[in-house]
Every structure is written in structure tokens, then in C-alpha cells.
């Protein structure tokens, strides 16, 4: 059988796997691409769990009744994900400066849930 050019099969479809790569396709872990890839799931848990965070000062403020409460969290969430894109663009200036406005803003929140 003749070998298709690399990343074909017999009918023109790309395929980002080699057949000859098959024994290392099944083997899982951090050591794979050559380094350490703790930091991805990292950064996953802190948004997982920044999200939790802020729906649930959202949440408990809309129980309560805190229109400013909500209204800081909502603040805080928004400045938080423009946070993100400002670190997507390599602009860690603006990364920290919204990082801390959203902190200011969950802990305003969370002062007018106490108060």
C-alpha cells in the first residue's frame, strides 16, 4: 500500500495524527510536550472558582435586595474578563490595573451584602 503525503489519507482529509505516533497518542500527562503544564490547569481553577465567586456574590445580592451590590459585582466580573483579554494581548499594565478594579469592586460587593 502506498503512504499518502503527510497528514492526508487516501481520500484528501488532513489527519493531525501519525499512525506512527499511535504508542505515545494514549500516554496522558504533563510531560508530553516536553514541559510543565500545571499552569493551564492552574489558571483553569482560578477561573472556575473566580466565577463561582462573583455569580455568587451576583446571586446572594439579587436574594437580598442589594441593587448596589449586584451592580458591583456585575462591575467586578466585567473588569475581570476585560482582564483576560488584556492578558490574551500581552498587555500586563492593563491586566493588573483591571485585576485591580474587579478586586475593589467583589469587595465592595461583599461590603454592601455585610453592611
Same mark, same amino acid.
Given at each position: %500500500?502506498?503512504r499518502?503525503? /503527510?497528514?492526508?489519507?487516501? =481520500?484528501?482529509?488532513? $489527519? #493531525?495524527?501519525?499512525?506512527?505516533?499511535l #504508542? !505515545?497518542? $494514549?500516554?496522558?500527562?504533563?510531560?508530553?510536550?516536553?514541559? $510543565?503544564?500545571f499552569?493551564? =490547569? /492552574?489558571?483553569?481553577v482560578?477561573?472556575?472558582?473566580?466565577a @463561582?465567586?462573583?455569580?455568587?456574590?451576583?446571586?446572594?445580592?439579587? !436574594?437580598?435586595?442589594?441593587? *448596589?451590590?449586584?451592580?458591583?459585582? @456585575?462591575?467586578?466580573? !466585567?473588569?475581570?474578563?476585560?482582564?483576560? *483579554?488584556?492578558? @490574551?494581548l500581552?498587555? #500586563?499594565?492593563?491586566? /493588573?490595573?483591571?485585576?485591580?478594579? /474587579?478586586a @475593589? %469592586?467583589?469587595?465592595?460587593? !461583599?461590603?454592601?451584602?455585610?453592611?
Open positions: %500500500m502506498m499518502e503525503t /503527510a497528514g492526508q489519507d487516501e =481520500y484528501g482529509s488532513t $489527519n #493531525p495524527f501519525d499512525p506512527d505516533d #504508542p !505515545t497518542l $494514549n500516554a496522558i500527562g504533563p510531560t508530553i510536550g516536553g514541559g $510543565n503544564d499552569e493551564k =490547569y /492552574a489558571v483553569a482560578i477561573i472556575v472558582f473566580g @463561582l465567586i462573583i455569580g455568587g456574590l451576583m446571586a446572594a445580592s439579587m !436574594t437580598f435586595g442589594h441593587r *448596589n451590590g449586584f451592580l458591583f459585582a @456585575l462591575g467586578g466580573a !466585567t473588569s475581570a474578563w476585560i482582564s483576560g *483579554n488584556a492578558l @490574551l500581552d498587555r #500586563p499594565r492593563i491586566y /493588573a490595573l483591571f485585576v485591580g478594579i /474587579a @475593589l %469592586m467583589l469587595v465592595a460587593s !461583599t461590603i454592601t451584602l455585610v453592611l
